[in-house]
């Protein structure tokens, strides 16, 4: 069988092409397990980083996600397993809505679209964001009963894919599931244009001797996810077989309620145990990505998640030791 992965020249995308080679299976739309004969990672821009590590004979389309023709190209298998990470982060889409609508939307429908025009319903895993949630009616703590009422056109985009990937299923298109994503710890490289980028900051700079400048309060609570652990997810529900996912394909991930205090006490604990130097927190409190930051949920409820497959968190202290193995 092919695996295709949208946003495969990102950093997720590079750890999980790599997983993925690692297992060298998964299951087709056959139902049977397959084994993998082809990758292809599609993305509009590929760096030296993102090609690190991945053998000669992977694809890598550099294309854009909302170009029909190129997904269509790229979708060219009836044995094919596709994970639809490409997408633009939440402070781009809240400056730049119409390429919001078209990336998000039009390149979402462009995947499951494609995987419709194939014989048979290959499995299309999705990686959608808590930034579902917002507005008056969001509790502390959001599960997958919680209204999704987004206030960031980020969030918006990735409701109606998480409803396309419901509807597309329900009529046979596809065999679809929605990872909704926590903000995913400790990326490598330098902050990004996320508004959760800090998020990544407060371990990743301390942990190399230089500052973090935090851009929110620092009580300010954030639902976190180590990248392994997302990785692991995204082929639980993979696997999961579909009579077991019921009308409701969106599965939010558990995750870590932290805040710059509570992540620094963690990284002193590490620091301390492995004779590491910390940078410090520097408050460079920025309005807009507060106001941003302030419109998702501090906390998820992930046990549907867990009930298919999905892993619980790891401890922080073991997310930080998987980050310095893998970019220490």
């Not at 690190?52 to 190209?73: K, N, S």
């Not at 082929?235 to 805040?259: Q, Y």
């Not at 963690?266 to 927190?281: D, K, N, Q, S």
């Amino acid at each position: 069988m092919k695996v295709l992965i949208t946003g495969g020249g990102g950093f997720l995308g590079n750890q999980f092409a790599r997983k993925i080679l690692q297992l060298g299976q998964l299951t087709g739309p056959s139902g049977a397990a397959e084994s993998i004969d082809a990758m292809t990672l599609f993305d509009a821009h590929f760096s030296d980083a993102s090609k690190e590590g991945l053998p000669d004979d992977i694809t890598l389309l550099d294309r854009d996600v909302a170009d029909r023709d190129a997904v269509f190209d790229a979708v060219d298998r009836d044995d094919i397993a596709v994970f639809h990470l490409a997408s633009m982060v939440s402070g781009e889409c809240e400056l730049r809505f119409d390429d919001a609508l078209r990336v998000n939307l039009d390149g979402g429908r462009n995947v499951f679209e494609a995987c419709r025009a194939r014989n048979g319903t290959p499995r299309v895993v999705f990686a959608s964001s808590v930034a579902s949630f917002g507005g008056a009616v969001m509790p502390e703590v959001v599960s997958d009963a919680t209204k999704r009422t987004p206030q960031t056109t980020y969030g918006m985009t990735k409701v109606i894919g998480e409803m396309m990937i419901n509807d597309f299923s329900r009529k046979g298109f596809l065999d679809g599931r929605s990872a909704r994503l926590p903000t995913i710890i400790i990326r490598p490289g330098r902050p990004n244009t996320a508004a959760s980028s800090w998020a990544s900051g407060m371990f990743r700079e301390p942990l190399r001797g230089e500052a973090c400048e935090l851009p929110v309060r620092l009580d300010q609570g954030h639902p976190v996810l180590g990248y392994r652990d997302v990785i692991d997810a995204f082929i639980a529900l993979h696997e999961a077989p579909g009579e077991k996912l019921g009308d409701d394909r969106a599965f939010g991930l558990p995750s870590h309620r932290v805040t710059p205090v509570s992540a620094r006490a963690v990284l002193e604990e590490v620091a301390a145990e492995r004779g590491i130097t910390l940078g410090p927190l520097v408050e460079r409190f920025d309005a807009r990505i507060q106001g941003i930051v302030d419109t998702w949920p501090t906390a998820t409820d992930g046990s549907r998640a867990i009930a298919v497959g999905c892993p619980p968190p790891k401890p922080l202290k073991t997310i930080i030791a998987e980050y310095l193995e893998d970019f220490g």
